[in-house]
């Protein structure tokens, strides 16, 4: 059924797609779809994290577009805040299908290379499927754990080569989804060993010398992998690990990822490791940027502004982290936050100390672009509320430069609004972006508006801890 259904919109495109354009030229490629239940009025096509094109959709939800394409590649097709992959070629002429309320599941495509795109996705959904397993499988042993990772990669393997024999794939692409198996295998035992490590090191003891063996065959500048998910996941898993390896020698606490220091040795590896400016400039802009926003105090600060010179950056991008350390220059620990300007859904603006008086606070972030996080919040904050009635627990929501957004999403909540505020901010529109690294964050502050942790969550173990600490002062 879905097949007929791709069927039939990729003729309904193409027909669309040579009415507009009698003199189409015949190497240009073409992409369109349609997003049921879109979250806004337009798509994007991206390369290397570079937009090729905003898109808009039309009355019923469809789009199209052509663009020149100089060779083939793997680009991103966007529709925020969700997005995928998708490999073109010159003169393809590609059709997809997405429901927002299921993106990654409900993906589809159709037209030319539709067998390629549709084996990324499924390899997409599988590796996210691997996750479960790994969870799955830390009663067993390092070396069975071994055996059955090996098995599920020479399966893929063998499924794609069937698949090869039948389809005409290019060389590119059989690379880019071999290197997609083979890297989810290396990603599948970064994540176990992290695990190990951390939660049952005794188990770790027991790994093979030759576990971490596979790490030798890693290309860590394969240019082609560069927007590939088991590729950077792997990257990254990697990261994490070889920073907990250097900490061990340096007997710290090594498994806090968002410690200032367990991010500055990460940074470290990402200049020594990769030449590829797009790897580089990818980890150093997400690692710096965590570094910058759970930076605690100004020495903190300080270092990470000498780290930045350490990279070779454009003076636009040295600005930027100037420009967000500056922000975060006001939320460090032990700063009094008693003036901090909030919005009430009425559109007033009040200060903080007007909205709680004499006990300690607990306030948490949230985007409403990130509603499924937002209602999974509710229910914490709901269970910490009853916990702790001596805490003002407040909601600040970061869309300041959408009213209408907050505004709807309260709305769709149906949640009293006596503790929902937004962020009331002053800084320039180009620095708007930078608010999402504030995200489901928690800031806690004694009866007095002192910040006393600022590099909390909802979720995280210390949370309660600290609030303990806080009401025992």
Not at 254 to 275: A, G
Request: hydrophobic share 35%.
């Amino acid at each position: 059924m879905l097949m007929d259904y791709m069927k039939y919109l990729f003729a309904g495109f193409l027909m669309v797609c040579f009415s507009c354009s009698s003199e189409q030229e015949n190497d240009l490629t073409f992409i369109g779809g349609r997003v049921v239940n879109p979250n806004s009025s337009y798509v994007t096509l991206e390369h290397n994290d570079e937009v090729i094109d905003t898109i808009p959709l039309d009355s019923n939800n469809n789009f199209g577009y052509e663009f020149a394409q100089e060779e083939e590649s793997i680009y991103t097709f966007k529709h925020y805040p969700e997005s995928q992959n998708i490999y073109l070629k010159p003169g393809d002429s590609a059709v997809l299908r997405v429901n927002t309320l299921e993106f990654d599941e409900s993906l589809s495509f159709g037209g030319s290379s539709s067998a390629e795109n549709n084996f990324l996705i499924n390899m997409f959904l599988l590796n996210e499927h691997d996750n479960e397993l790994i969870l799955s499988y830390y009663k067993i042993s390092p070396q069975r754990f071994i055996e059955k990772t090996d098995s599920i990669m020479s399966l893929r393997l063998k499924n794609f080569k069937s698949l090869k024999a039948e389809s005409e794939f290019t060389a590119y692409f059989e690379n880019i989804a071999e290197s997609t198996i083979e890297y989810e295998h290396y990603d599948m035992r970064e994540r176990y060993a992290f695990l190990m490590k951390k939660y049952i090191p005794s188990k770790f003891d027991e790994f093979p010398d030759y576990y971490f063996d596979y790490r030798e065959a890693v290309n860590f500048n394969h240019p082609d992998l560069v927007s590939n998910f088991s590729y950077m996941r792997f990257l990254d898993n990697y990261l994490r690990n070889k920073s907990i390896e250097i900490c061990e020698t340096e007997n710290r606490d090594c498994f806090d990822l968002n410690d200032h220091q367990n991010l500055k040795r990460r940074l470290n590896l990402v200049h020594d490791l990769f030449d590829n400016e797009y790897l580089k400039s990818n980890f150093f802009n997400r690692f710096i940027r965590r570094e910058i926003v759970f930076s605690k105090t100004e020495e903190q600060l300080k270092e990470t502004l000498a780290l930045i010179d350490k990279f070779d950056l454009s003076a636009l991008d040295k600005e930027e982290l100037h420009q967000l350390t500056t922000i975060q220059s006001k939320y460090l620990v032990g700063k009094n936050l008693k003036d901090l300007s909030l919005r009430t859904p009425a559109m007033d603006t009040v200060q903080l100390y007007q909205i709680s008086k004499a006990k300690p606070i607990v306030m948490y972030t949230w985007s409403a672009l990130t509603f499924e996080s937002k209602k999974n919040n509710l229910k914490k904050i709901k269970e910490l509320r009853e916990k702790y009635p001596e805490l003002d627990f407040i909601s600040i929501n970061l869309d300041f430069q959408n009213l209408n957004l907050w505004r709807n999403a309260l709305k769709r909540f149906n949640h009293p609004s006596q503790t929902e505020f937004q962020v009331v901010s002053d800084v320039p529109p180009n620095t708007y972006g930078f608010f999402k690294n504030y995200l489901n964050r928690v800031y806690v502050l004694d009866e007095n508006y002192s910040l006393t942790n600022n590099s909390l969550s909802l979720f995280d173990p210390k949370l309660e801890s600290h609030i303990l600490e806080v009401l025992n002062r």
